[in-house]
């Protein structure tokens, strides 16, 4: 048998391709396949985050900003009605 035509299944050459040898070529094409879907996953996954990390910092950004308005409101509030609980005279004591 020339090089040409040997089988690469053929996996310890001895021109005889067994199902135990298949089965390790199977194996081992989808591990190559494997690893490839997962290099391109990798890759899309590096040009989504490029993508939105701009507009992820930008909402908190914009959630932060949000947050403190919030809170400063809040304050006022709370403010309001301590100065309205001290405009209330107190009930003279019986």
Known sequence: MSEESKDPRDLNGDGKVTLGEKIQYAAG??????????GEMKENAKDLYAKAAPK????????????????DKAK???????????????????
Do not use: F, R, W
């Open 29 to 38: 094409k989808a591990g190559e396949k494997v690893k490839e879907v997962a």
């Open 56 to 71: 992820a910092k930008e909402v908190l950004a914009e959630m932060k900003e949000n947050a403190e308005d919030l809170v």
């Open 76 to 94: 006022d509030k709370i403010d309001s009605l301590k100065d309205k609980k001290n405009d209330v005279p107190e009930e003279p004591k019986a």
